[in-house]
C-alpha cells in the first residue's frame, strides 16, 4: 500500500513537472505595464470649483450664525472668510486628509461638553459630494469642528 502512494504521488509530481514548462512555453509574455501619472482628486477632468453650503446655528454669537456658500477655486461665495477658509481646505487637501470624514466608529472621546453649536456642510470637494454634520458634542467633535475653522466660525471666547 505505502508503495503504491510513494508511486502514485512520483509519477504525479512529474507529469506535473513536464506539464508545467510546456504551458510556459505556449503563453505569450504579458506586455509591461504603462506607467500612468497619478492624478489626485482634484486633478480629475469631472472635477470643477470646489462649492460648499455652510449652515452654522447656535454658536452663541449671530453674527457667525446663519447660511453661507463658499467657492474655492478662486474663493468666493457669500462666506465670511473665504479666503482663509479654501487655504484650509487646500492644506487638507495637500496633506492627503478629509476635513469631512465622520469620527471613526468606536473612537475614545473625552467626554467634554463644547456648546450647543451645530454645523452642515454639503456641495462638492476634490469633484466628490460633501454632506457632513458637526457639533461640538464631545472631545472628538470639537477637535474635529476646530481643525475646519475657518470654514466652520471659531467658537471659542
Known amino acids: 500500500m505505502l508503495r503504491r502512494l510513494v508511486l502514485t504521488a512520483t509519477v504525479s509530481a512529474a507529469a506535473l513537472a513536464a506539464a508545467v514548462p510546456a504551458a510556459v512555453a505556449i503563453t505569450p509574455p504579458l506586455p509591461l505595464p504603462v ?48 479666503v482663509p477658509a479654501c487655504e484650509r481646505l487646500d492644506r487638507f487637501a495637500a496633506e492627503g486628509d478629509d476635513p469631512f470624514a465622520p469620527v471613526p466608529e468606536g473612537q475614545m472621546c473625552t467626554q467634554q461638553f463644547g456648546g450647543p453649536a451645530t454645523a452642515r456642510v454639503t456641495g ?16 472628538c467633535e470639537i477637535s474635529r469642528w476646530q481643525a475646519l475653522e475657518p470654514v466652520l466660525p471659531s467658537t471659542r471666547s
Not at 35 to 57: K, N, W
Request: hydrophobic letters at 25%.
Open 35 to 82: 506607467p500612468v501619472p497619478f492624478l489626485g482628486p482634484s486633478d480629475t477632468p469631472e472635477a470643477g470649483p470646489d462649492r460648499l453650503s455652510v449652515i452654522v446655528s447656535q454658536t452663541g454669537n449671530t453674527r457667525t450664525d446663519g447660511r453661507y456658500e463658499l467657492e474655492c477655486g478662486p474663493a468666493g461665495g457669500t462666506h465670511p472668510s473665504a
Open 124 to 139: 462638492t470637494w476634490r469633484g466628490r459630494p460633501v454632506d457632513a454634520t458637526f457639533d461640538r458634542s464631545d472631545g
